[in-house]
């Protein structure tokens, strides 16, 4: 589809774009071609929408007159997070919309630095209005599910159902709302940013294994999320972290919840050490519609850990909330 094609591609997006091309026109090992033919083929998915002033990159595929379905991705992370997911639900029969949150992945910054979970919300929301979206099915992974249960219960006619993916209920602690905003911004941009900058992407890949993830992702899977790490503004970390360690935005996800009547699931990864199952259960309990599955051997990287999975859990959830 070519929808609001005449806005321009991000500066990022070409630069990137160029390079894959360039180390596709030299001397590569199989391996490595085929791993840039796969990303040449997402990047050629590119389309660019100007959403409340600020470009935003999103894939669309599958039919046009398939039910809507639109992929949120998480906190510092891309759209290219759920590239597995993409083609079979679009296979499936579903519209599918994959795209960059502000400041992520291939879409600008904001100047404004309104990376909260209102301002992201909005964004969804005008997102939907400029492609002319019926009601959508919503799919989010972490800090996705913050932006997608809030565009939910502030637009209820707009949303037909939600998939969460590592989202759990999270209680406001005062002294860890201090302290990890800045540990994160510490770890991610002063850290394994300019460490993948350096392309040493198997330390991010260790950290990751080390601390996230119960399963070990193809080194293909690897570079395309720490592509994720080169691409977000710093300051969308720093805003962002500090956004979800507030007292309204954590208190607002019990709250916002109970007000949804219609179908969500929660899947969550029986050994996530960031959205932690037990808060997983108890949010879902406060859903009217809403079903809790808890997948084992999995850490808070289900996208890449277990894709096969997600696709069929997503596809038998939808499935039944037509």
Excluded at 186 to 203: A, K, S, Y
Excluded at 276 to 300: D, I, K, N, T, W
Aim: proline share 6%.
């Amino acid at each position: 589809m070519s929808v609001m094609s005449h806005v321009a591609p991000t500066a990022k997006y070409t630069s990137y774009k160029a390079e894959v091309e360039t180390k596709l026109a030299g001397k590569l090992s199989a391996r490595e071609r085929k791993r840039l033919e796969a990303e040449l083929r997402l990047l050629e998915r590119a389309h660019f929408v100007d959403v409340r002033g600020v470009v935003h990159h999103y894939m669309d595929v599958g039919p046009a007159d398939g039910e809507p379905l639109i992929l949120v991705h998480g906190w510092d992370c891309s759209s290219y997070w759920w590239h597995h997911i993409i083609d079979p639900l679009a296979h499936a029969g579903y519209r599918v919309i994959a795209y960059d949150l502000k400041g992520h992945g291939f879409s600008a910054s904001d100047p404004q630095r309104d990376y909260t979970v209102d301002g992201f919300s909005a964004d969804l929301k005008a997102l939907t209005e400029a492609l002319d979206l019926p009601a959508q099915h919503v799919a989010a992974f972490s800090l996705g599910a913050f932006v997608a249960l809030h565009y939910a219960a502030a637009y209820p006619g707009q949303v037909r159902s939600l998939a969460f993916f590592n989202f759990a209920l999270i209680p406001y602690n005062r002294a860890a709302s201090a302290v990890i905003p800045g540990m994160l911004d510490t770890v991610f941009n002063r850290v394994l940013r300019p460490i993948e900058r350096r392309g040493l992407w198997w330390i991010p890949y260790i950290y990751a294994l080390a601390v996230l993830s119960k399963n070990t992702a193809p080194v293909s899977d690897v570079k395309l999320a720490t592509l994720s790490l080169r691409c977000c503004d710093p300051e969308a970390v720093r805003v962002s972290a500090r956004e979800l360690a507030r007292r309204e935005v954590l208190e607002a996800v019990g709250e916002q919840v109970a007000t949804i009547r219609r179908p969500i699931l929660l899947v969550a990864g029986a050994g996530d050490p960031i959205m932690r199952p037990a808060g997983g259960r108890r949010l879902m309990q406060l859903a009217p519609s809403g079903q809790y599955l808890e997948v084992p051997r999995c850490g808070h990287l289900i996208l890449f850990e277990l894709p096969e999975q997600v696709v069929q859990i997503l596809r038998l959830f939808l499935r039944g909330a037509r």
